[in-house]
């Protein structure tokens, strides 16, 4: 596989969508520590919530007396409810992530999900790529996303992916997200091994994507066909992986990957030592997948 230009392609298009953000972020300050990035503009909305935050001009936090886990939680479900209605987050989920510093520490609060990146808190995602390996080559699914998806909808992604609600594991999001989005049978899904994590972090136009995705291998038989089952994905193709590595160049047209899955796609290659070491592309794509979570000048 000569990957050289296909590699360039990708970075130099990764490069552009997964930049550090610029510009001032204040930050939401809970327990004494930052948990969230909030831009001027969705600084001063909050503002107007008075009995909930108190706003200065470089941080955000709680009121005095909103101080246990579970009357934070009300108290954002009723500031987001009122930021959806007036079209301000995405399509509400009824699904909660809990709001931590690092994953698996106790929740500060949980937020609905369509309101993280509203607030800029960190999230965390499981992505499978689904491998399928064959005489001299290796090929890798992916799904095309429902136009009715309410963040990337049409665009190609992993094979299956999905946020950590509230509450779950890596592997039951994986086992979960596995059987809806492929009809992956939980026996075969609980097979797919953890490779490592990528890290994003960019400006988006709902807010800031914080987000940490565990990313996993699933090696296939060449005659499983994936199938989605809840509607979110509309088609899988098979693709060689020279191919699925074009696609994640691509930057227009019927055929474009969304960023994460993109990065995961990259950073497959990396591992699969399918990138020169010494080369530019391999500086900047291993820097995207290890992007800092506050990584720009908030002075």
């Not at 987001?80 to 809990?98: D, I």
């Not at 491998?131 to 799904?143: C, F």
């Not at 136009?147 to 779950?168: F, S």
């Not at 080369?279 to 002075?299: C, F, G, H, I, K």
């Amino acid at each position: 596989m000569e990957t050289s230009a296909i590699v360039t392609g990708i970075r130099e298009r990764l490069e552009a969508i997964l930049a550090a953000p610029q510009g001032r972020y204040r930050s939401f300050i809970v327990d004494g520590h930052p948990v969230g990035w909030i831009d001027d503009a969705r600084a001063q909305r909050l503002a107007e919530f008075a009995d909930v935050f108190v706003v200065d001009e470089r941080q955000l936090r709680f009121v005095d007396d909103i101080v246990q886990p579970e009357v934070r939680t009300e108290a954002m479900e009723r500031v987001a409810r009122e930021l959806a209605g007036e079209g301000l987050l995405s399509a509400w989920r009824n699904e909660r992530y809990a709001v931590v510093r690092e994953f698996g520490d106790a929740p500060r609060f949980e937020l609905e999900r369509c309101a993280a990146r509203y607030f800029g808190i960190r999230t965390f995602a499981a992505h499978v790529n689904g491998l399928v390996r064959t005489a001299g080559d290796i090929h890798m699914w992916l799904g095309r996303r429902s136009p009715r998806k309410a963040v990337d909808p049409g665009l190609l992604d992993n094979m299956v992916g999905g946020g950590i609600a509230a509450g779950a594991s890596i592997q039951a999001t994986v086992i979960k997200e596995a059987w809806e989005e492929a009809g992956v049978p939980p026996a075969l899904a609980a097979a797919a091994q953890l490779v490592g994590a990528i890290r994003i972090c960019r400006a988006h136009a709902r807010g800031l994507e914080r987000e940490t995705v565990y990313v996993h291998d699933l090696w296939l038989d060449p005659d499983f066909v994936p199938e989605g089952l809840d509607g979110e994905v509309v088609e899988f193709r098979l693709e060689t992986l020279a191919d699925a590595a074009r696609l994640a160049a691509n930057r227009s047209g019927n055929d474009v990957v969304t960023a994460d899955a993109s990065l995961v796609i990259a950073d497959f290659l990396i591992r699969s030592n399918l990138i020169a070491t010494e080369t530019a592309d391999y500086a900047v794509l291993d820097a995207l997948r290890r992007a800092s979570m506050e990584p720009w000048d908030n002075a």
